[in-house]
């Protein structure tokens, strides 16, 4: 029984690694539409085929996520913020972002 529990916990521990790695391909997707968006201005319409590619809903789907067309319309709209990822995630912009909305509120 042990041996069940250990092994279970290791492929666990080994999907939430998968799970992970495709998590940073659909981020490395997105910084790519973004900086398409830059420069050619086709980012979101990049960014939309891909996510509804067999490929593409492949790997949202290893990375935890529903491919469905919600998920593309937001994939699409951050794509139009025109912010990269590591931007978008880091601590100084969730800051500015609640300042923004505080202040809207006001």
Same mark, same amino acid.
Request: hydrophobic share 40%; charged share 35%.
């Given at each position: 029984?042990?041996?069940?529990?250990?092994?279970?916990?290791? %492929?666990?521990?080994?999907?939430?690694?998968?799970?992970?790695?495709?998590?940073?391909?659909? @981020?490395?997707? @997105?910084?790519?539409?973004?900086?398409?968006?830059?420069?050619?201005?086709?980012?979101?319409?990049?960014?939309?085929?891909?996510?509804? *590619?067999?490929?593409?809903?492949?790997? @949202?789907?290893?990375?935890?996520?529903?491919? %469905?067309?919600?998920?593309?319309?937001? @994939?699409?709209?951050?794509?139009?913020?025109?912010?990269?990822?590591?931007?978008?995630?880091?601590?100084?912009? *969730?800051?500015?972002?609640?300042?923004?909305? %505080?202040?809207?509120?006001?």
């Amino acid at each position: 029984m042990r041996d069940f529990v250990d092994g279970s916990a290791f %492929n666990f521990e080994q999907g939430q690694r998968a799970r992970k790695l495709f998590a940073a391909v659909v @981020l490395a997707a @997105l910084d790519d539409a973004i900086a398409d968006d830059k420069k050619y201005g086709n980012g979101a319409e990049q960014i939309a085929r891909w996510a509804r *590619s067999r490929d593409g809903r492949e790997v @949202l789907s290893c990375a935890g996520i529903d491919p %469905n067309e919600r998920v593309v319309k937001g @994939l699409v709209e951050f794509v139009g913020k025109g912010v990269r990822t590591s931007v978008a995630l880091s601590r100084e912009e *969730s800051e500015r972002r609640m300042a923004a909305e %505080n202040a809207e509120a006001a």
